[in-house]
């Protein structure tokens, strides 16, 4: 297949979890043999080259013209950019995640569009109780609506966007990130680390995790999950919260690290 990926932070520069997830997907995409585009749009001062490739994939990064309303002009260029590609044949499918709505506006293209959600701005605001923006909100929803297919990275999440966006659809499917076996193994020393959301309740699922880590024992004693502080829950410090969710003979099951520096070199 030839597929394009819509993404405005893919790695090495600034990024959050669409960025990482995009480029674990497009590398494993590559490694099973497919060929990968990406394409966003980024700040003139982002920290990397307009073009580059990255084990295969190979990424555009449209730079904005400025300020103001010049934002609805840096859209067009990027559907014009796409737009050439699958007239000229060159891709199978378009995949758009629901953040910030890229796909609003967009008419009929010779190939699908996929609307990938990871979580929207929206879905973001209402999970924490923020005001939703509003033009934040149509963008987003026009893209979800314009989409020909679309998945979700978890049923809470895509019975959530659902809600939020009030979709007459749900998710077509859920999809888990492609492999890339240039990361490591998952095991004592081979830990994948999340950061912790500030607000523990709410989408990141850390909550959830420790409160059903006394079943987890049960079946696999000699698990032990490694989790690195994040701030303060909105009562108390993180750590101290979430210990307060265990009750004791499972706490010294749990390993919490002591600062951000230990992370890094526990993750290489």
Known sequence: MKVAFVCCEYPPGPHGG?????QNLARGL???????????VYARGYPTPAYEEDRGVRIWRLRRWGAGRS??????????????WAKA??????????????????????????????LSASCRSAEIGRRVDLTTFHLERMSLRRADFSCAKSAYLGKRTQEV????????????PGGDPHLPARGAAGVSPRRLCRNPEHFKGIVSLIRAWPMVTKVSPCRTPRIWKDGRSPREPMQAYLADQMDPQHRTSVYFTATWTEKSSCST
Do not use: K
């Open 71 to 84: 934002w609805i002009l840096d859209r067009y260029r990027l559907f014009r950019f796409i737009a050439r």
């Open 165 to 176: 966006f009030r979709l007459p659809f749900g998710p077509g499917n859920r999809v888990q």
């Open 89 to 118: 044949g060159q891709l199978d499918l378009i995949d758009v995640p629901d953040y910030q709505g890229w796909a609003a506006g967009w008419p009929r293209l010779a190939v699908p569009v996929i609307s990938r959600w990871c």
């Open 30 to 40: 590559v490694q099973s043999g497919h060929e990968v585009r990406v394409v966003g």
């Open 18 to 22: 669409i960025g990482a997830s995009t």
